[in-house]
């Protein structure tokens, strides 16, 4: 009698006391950023961690066309039930959401894989640029 006791608290604290740790959640672009924002096109310059332990945070550093405009920005994309991603690399193209009005200033930001799948302006944007045309 007292095994079974013992068993029907062990699995009773397994199942009430479990944390919401292990859920991976991905933020998505918000429908109403994309309609008041004119999308800008950059490249991944540098990228840091901020604060893994919430949402993965990471700082970025990126550049628009020809190495202007540059915007930085911090960004949290991947909850920590997803693991531990990998830092957007140098060269990565994203996609950055100006606040409208402020075009310095980044509403939302996101890696033109996933933008594409929300902003049917990116769809025909090549995730991988195309090479520079030879000099010679």
């Known amino acids: 009698m007292r095994r079974g006791i013992f068993s029907v608290a062990l699995a009773a604290g397994l199942l009430f006391g479990a ?28 990228a840091e961690w901020v604060d893994p332990s919430s949402w993965n945070g990471w700082r970025i550093v990126a550049e628009g066309p020809d190495g202007s405009p540059t915007f930085t920005f911090m960004t949290k994309i991947y909850s920590p039930g997803c693991g531990e991603p990998t830092l957007p690399p140098a060269g990565e193209r994203w996609v950055v959401y100006p606040v409208p009005g402020s075009p310095a200033l980044v509403a939302d930001a996101f890696p033109l894989s996933l933008a594409r799948e929300y902003d049917s302006r990116l769809a025909d944007i090549p995730l991988i640029p195309a090479p520079a045309p030879d000099a010679e």
């Open 19 to 46: 944390t919401e740790a292990s859920a991976c959640r991905i933020r998505v672009l918000n429908a109403a950023t994309i309609a008041r924002s004119t999308p800008v096109l950059v490249m991944v310059k540098t």
